[in-house]
């Protein structure tokens, strides 16, 4: 079993966190993990992503070139990683601020409106769970008690009482279906 996954969008949004947070889950879960940020010098608004390997085998590069399923959390970030998505595999991304257009037909495409999910659960800053979440939904490659692990790891003591809303919005996005059309 080998997942690779690219989680991208701009710096504040939370894709690394995300990322991390699947990691840590992973392991957790027994695999082997790997976490690879990469981000610009820019403390907010530079792009940033980070890979992620998930796996019960060995991991021989940190790199990953062709990922199963990417998560773009903007449209510079659907644009950017659309054409290196593995065919069969499929490209998660908010709607909410991505009116980018799919190019291919080898792939699914996953709209998630995580903005609108996010306000509606009282936090913009949540956008990043809702698209975990619909991660979690296609491929659900680490348990809920995993992720609830990592995401408590992640927050450390002082966030703890984000869990709940942050868990919620995991939920909400693993719960967003996509119509036949879209």
């Known amino acids: 079993m080998l997942h690779e996954f690219v989680l991208s969008g701009y710096g504040g949004q939370g894709a690394l966190l995300i990322g991390q947070i699947l990691a840590v889950a992973g ?3 027994d695999l082997n993990a790997m976490w690879r940020p ?13 890979d992620v390997i998930l796996t019960d085998g ?9 990922p199963e399923i990417v998560v773009a959390m903007d449209e ?10 593995v065919p069969g ?10 009116a980018a257009r799919p190019s291919r037909s ?25 698209l975990l979440g619909a991660l979690l939904d296609v491929c659900p490659v680490v348990t809920d008690a995993a992720v609830e692990a990592g ?6 003591k002082a966030k703890q009482s984000l869990l709940a809303l942050n868990m919620e919005a995991i939920q909400r996005g693993k719960a967003h279906r996509v119509k036949d059309g879209a």
């Open 38 to 50: 990469t981000y610009g010098p820019e403390k907010r608004g530079g792009t940033a992503y980070c």
């Open 151 to 156: 995401l408590k790891e992640k927050l450390g």
């Open 76 to 85: 510079r970030s659907f644009v950017r990683f659309e054409h290196d998505i």
């Open 89 to 98: 595999g499929t490209l998660i991304y908010n709607a909410s601020m991505c």
């Open 106 to 130: 080898d792939i699914r495409y996953w709209p998630v409106p995580a903005g609108e999910i996010a306000h509606a659960l009282g936090s913009d800053k949540v956008a990043n769970m809702v």
């Open 27 to 29: 392991t957790r879960e």
């Open 58 to 66: 060995a991991i021989g590069s940190p790199v990953v070139d062709e």
